[in-house]
């Protein structure tokens, strides 16, 4: 099954001689299952591309598949639920609301999607355990780490079990051992079967993807799967 496939994606900005092609006519395929790092010089398009794969920019030509659904001509509401249902977003800047606590920042969104409270929590409250964080869950993130905000950012994007996970940069504002736990939980996500695109400087991640790709100008350089993958 394809978790993920492009055709022809692109996005384009400005026009004549101020024209960009931030992303030129990509073609990708990432089975489900798999775990993708997309690495890249700043400006390459990489985390352009993450965002056109979530339905958070829509594509100026090609085509857009994402859990078996075509997304490229979809409304901006059938976008928001499939975000909901379908798809994990992880921010480098992790986007917690500041006034909730850990666990109701994870719970969030299984609310949103009509979860029970009591399931809701009950499920967030397992996600937090799951990320190493179950003592965590009262805390609001002004009193977590950087580590912490982001395994609990994994968390709320787990929430409803998506078919796909998608990270931008999620190492960019850590330290080297809030970078560590976030590789692990990476790690246990690989093994478990999540689909799992990464966009990431860091080379540390690639150690735990099945599959690399490097950009340049927008356009795919270099696509790798790495030895020892599933």
């Not at 809030?178 to 695109?197: H, I, K, P, W, Y």
Request: glycine residues 8%; neutral net charge; charged residues 25%.
């Amino acid at each position: 099954m394809i978790a993920l496939r492009a055709r022809g994606l692109t996005k384009r900005y400005g026009w004549n001689d101020s024209l960009v092609r931030a992303v030129d006519e990509v073609d990708l395929d990432v089975p489900a299952g798999q775990s993708l790092a997309i690495m890249g010089p700043s400006g390459c398009g990489k985390s352009t591309l993450l965002h056109l794969l979530g339905g958070l920019l829509r594509p100026t030509e090609g085509e857009l598949w994402v859990a078996g659904r075509r997304i490229d001509r979809m409304s901006e509401r059938a976008l928001a639920r499939l975000r909901r249902d379908h798809i994990g977003l992880v921010f480098q800047s992790f986007h917690l609301m500041d006034e909730l606590t850990a666990v109701e920042n994870v719970e969030m969104a299984a609310l949103l999607a009509g979860t029970s409270p009591r399931a809701a929590r009950r499920r967030a409250v397992h996600l937090l355990d799951r990320v190493g964080l179950a003592d965590r869950g009262n805390h609001l993130p002004s009193e977590l780490s950087g580590g912490q905000r982001q395994r609990v950012a994994i968390a709320r994007a787990l929430s409803n079990s998506p078919q796909v996970v998608l990270a931008d940069e999620p190492t960019g504002n850590l330290d080297s051992t809030a970078s560590l736990d976030v590789l692990r939980l990476f790690d246990e996500l690989r093994a478990s079967g999540q689909t799992l695109v990464v966009v990431t400087h860091d080379a540390r991640i690639a150690a735990v993807a099945d599959r690399v790709i490097s950009m340049r100008d927008g356009a795919f350089a270099d696509d790798s799967m790495l030895a020892g993958t599933r």
